[in-house]
Nanobody, 124 residues
Framework: QVQLVESGGGLVHTGDSLRLSCAAS????????MGWFRQTPGKEREFVAA????????HYADSVKGRFTISRDNGKNTLSLQMDSLKPEDTALYFC?????????????????WGQGTQVTVSS
């Protein structure tokens, strides 16, 4: 079992940057693939980015590619999402989650052990 706690969200303007963090505890963090998702009220949870357990391979949604960067620090059991050039459409509750073994990294069904989320709001 893994416990995840997101932080770093806030209210920003279009074009600003935010860095989200996800602190993990429980199972050995370095053995787990991880990902970020986001969700707005009344809509499906959307894939944002994922990273392999060693950090050598990353995946991004087309909507954030080139603007967001996922990374991890296995020594600190921390997952991060650097968000640059933010747009109002990025407004959502952002979740981190654990990628299950041998599962495709772009589907919500591939992840479990979700955090509670951190809110990102981008004003126009």
């Amino acid at each position: 079992q893994v416990q995840l706690v997101e932080s770093g969200g806030g209210l920003v303007h279009t074009g600003d940057s935010l860095r989200l963090s996800c602190a993990a505890s429980g199972r050995t963090f370095s053995s787990l693939g991880m990902g970020w998702f986001r969700q707005t009220p009344g809509k499906e949870r959307e894939f944002v980015a994922a990273i392999t357990r060693g950090g050598g391979n990353t995946h991004y949604a087309d909507s954030v590619k080139g603007r967001f960067t996922i990374s991890r620090d296995n020594g600190k059991n921390t997952l991060s999402l650097q968000m640059d050039s933010l747009k109002p459409e990025d407004t959502a509750l952002y979740f981190c989650a654990v990628l299950m073994r041998r599962r495709p990294p772009r589907s919500t069904r591939s992840f479990d052990y979700w955090g509670q989320g951190t809110q990102v709001t981008v004003s126009s």
